[in-house]
């Protein structure tokens, strides 16, 4: 087995030129602190300036919300007009906004190019959380997933993940007043999963730098005790996630055979239950109060016995973890139906008696298609309907 990702398509493909930005003005979202500074030099800001300049542009995008540099009061009116003519601060565009029944909200976003893809805030009693998606589409092809029946399109760039949270704070009202600053558990967005679309693990470095901007101190500054990624099983690339994000870190398991987890997971092929366990116990980060969960889609008849249980105890056994039990979310056509409440239950049981705890995730926003795995745009759904369209047409 190769230590390098193997990723199908490389990463220079799917990112994005960057003159393919308005005018050739660059959108300063997305850049690391670093990156901005260079950025203002280049534009010819004196290097002398640099860094208190880029410490001023990072706070009025990321602690204030701010997307005209004319409202950076703090900034002398012909550097103001410097930024104005060689930058831009951009954001993805809300195509369109669901609010489900049970308040969550899912957006559909137009990005660079014309894509499309979904984020979705989930408000809870004491938290709310935004699933975030790292790609459009995803190269693999879980075979409970809608967005596993989307090829990948491109890699979403570090501004556009960044960019997702921004949108939704904006969507929330949520950029804090000056002198004020909330408590995490105060915040209407305090929690991020990278749980939508795509496998951030297969966009290491614009994930990575997307969530240094959401945890800076002197922007949004969410906690990194606050962010969760989601992987399928990228083995190589776990230990960086500690390393170089240190985030928690949520596994989809899914299967204790690999036979069964190689047809749900396909990913399992090249790094089988007995490589991800490896790579998981080593994860540096796992400790009692910083537990590994383990993503489990509860499927009728395919992954939910009582022996399932079982073997996933052993296999699990001396992880800190917690599992996470997702019933499963029917998309149209999709060949798997969800396991009953009382199988759910009992497998929920069995693990939670062997001393790991067992939350059962509550679908939340299906009626309008927002719950786990459903995800996958409407651009591309449109463009299936058309392409697929005259061979349905009964003769
Ligand atoms: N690609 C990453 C993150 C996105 S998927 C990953 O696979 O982990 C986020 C979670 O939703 C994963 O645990 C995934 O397995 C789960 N999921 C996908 N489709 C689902 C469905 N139809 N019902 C319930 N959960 C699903
Ligand atoms: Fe991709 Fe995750 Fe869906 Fe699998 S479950 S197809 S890795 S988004």
Redesign the pocket.
């Known amino acids: 087995m190769s230590d390098a990702p193997q990723n199908p398509i490389t990463q220079d493909v799917l990112t994005l030129p960057r003159k393919a930005e308005e005018g050739g003005r660059r959108n300063l979202v997305g850049l690391t602190r670093e990156g901005l500074r260079e950025a203002l030099i280049a534009a010819g800001t004196p290097e002398k300036q640099a860094r208190m300049r880029a410490g001023q542009v990072w706070q009025w995008i990321y602690q204030k919300g701010v997307r005209d540099f004319d409202a950076m009061t703090n900034l002398a009116k012909p550097y103001r007009a410097l930024l104005v003519e060689n930058f831009t601060i951009k954001v993805p565009e809300i195509v369109r906004r669901d609010v489900s029944s049970d308040g969550t909200r899912k957006y559909l976003l137009r990005i660079a190019g014309g894509h499309e893809v979904e984020a979705v805030y989930i408000p809870e009693e004491s938290r709310g959380t935004l699933c975030v998606s790292?790609q459009v589409g995803?190269t693999?092809t879980?075979s409970?997933?809608?967005?596993?029946t989307q090829r990948l399109v491109r890699n979403l760039t570090a501004g556009e993940i960044v960019g997702q949270i921004m949108v939704a704070r904006d969507d929330l009202g949520e950029w804090p007043l000056p002198g004020r600053n909330p408590k995490d558990e105060q915040r209407l967005l305090s929690n991020v999963v990278?749980?939508?679309?795509?496998?951030?693990l297969y966009n290491f470095e614009n994930v990575r730098d997307a969530m240094k901007i959401a945890m800076d101190g002197e922007g949004i500054s969410l906690s990194r005790r606050r962010i969760t990624l989601?992987?399928?099983g990228v083995v190589p690339e776990i230990a960086r996630t500690a390393a170089e994000i240190g985030c928690l870190l949520?596994?989809?398991f899914?299967a204790t055979t690999d036979e069964v987890r190689d047809r749900l997971?396909p990913i399992n092929k090249k790094w089988n239950i007995a490589a991800l366990i490896e790579a998981l116990r080593a994860y540096p980060k796992a400790t009692n109060s910083e537990r590994i969960t383990f993503?489990y889609?509860m499927l009728k008849g395919i992954n939910d016995s009582d022996e399932d249980a079982h073997r996933l105890i052993e296999l699990i056994r001396g992880i800190p973890a917690k599992i996470n039990l997702?019933?499963?979310?029917?998309?149209p056509g999709?060949p798997?139906e969800r396991s009953s409440n009382n199988r759910i239950r009992a497998f929920a049981d069995i693990v939670y008696k062997a001393g790991y705890a067992s939350p059962v995730r509550t679908?939340r926003g299906e009626d309008i298609m927002a719950?786990?795995?459903?995800l996958k745009s409407e651009t591309e759904r449109a463009r299936k309907a058309r392409r697929t369209a005259p061979a349905e047409t009964p003769a």
């Open positions: 790292s995803c693999l879980c409970f997933c809608h967005t596993g990278l749980m939508g679309m795509g496998e951030p989601s992987t399928s949520a596994v989809s899914h997971v993503e889609v997702i019933p499963f979310n029917e998309w999709a798997y679908p719950a786990c795995g459903q």
